[in-house]
């Protein structure tokens, strides 16, 4: 595995681990709108989420679909930016793949719901923030220079 390849799995995984995205779309006038979004999965350069085929975000992706999904974990010092073009799609065996008990809360009469779209979000570029805490702990205790507070978050852009 390259390390591009490498930085990806890392991002899938601090994706899985964070779980919750916030899904960034441009409204009709311009204005950047967030809602938050449970991500169902991350597999190959792609983010899969529900959503209702009558929320307004579905039509904010027709007329335009550059997103950005970002993940948070303050915790762990764990933070994740995806920019990427979005689609909805209704792919019936894909919704059952993808199906969860978070997603009947949503959709309570299931699976089958008319109402369930996919969103889907080719990944074009992304960056990660991972906040060594342990060693950044330390170097705070030690009065440490900006530059080795820097050195101690791993941050990685890829595309």
Known sequence: MDTHQQGFAKLVTMIDA???GMLTTADEAGH????PMATQRAEDGCLWFFT???SPKVEEIRKDCQVNVSYSDPANQIFVSVS???RTLRDEARIRELWTGQAQRWFPEGPEDPRIALLSVEITAAEY???DACKMRALLKTN???SELVAA???KALS
Do not use: C, N
């Not at 950047?32 to 809602?35: D, E």
């Open 18 to 20: 964070i779980e919750v």
């Open 32 to 35: 950047m709108r967030s809602r």
């Open 52 to 54: 209702s085929r009558d």
């Open 84 to 86: 990427g073009l979005a």
């Open 129 to 131: 923030w991972d906040v």
């Open 144 to 146: 440490a220079s900006p």
């Open 153 to 155: 978050t791993e941050h």
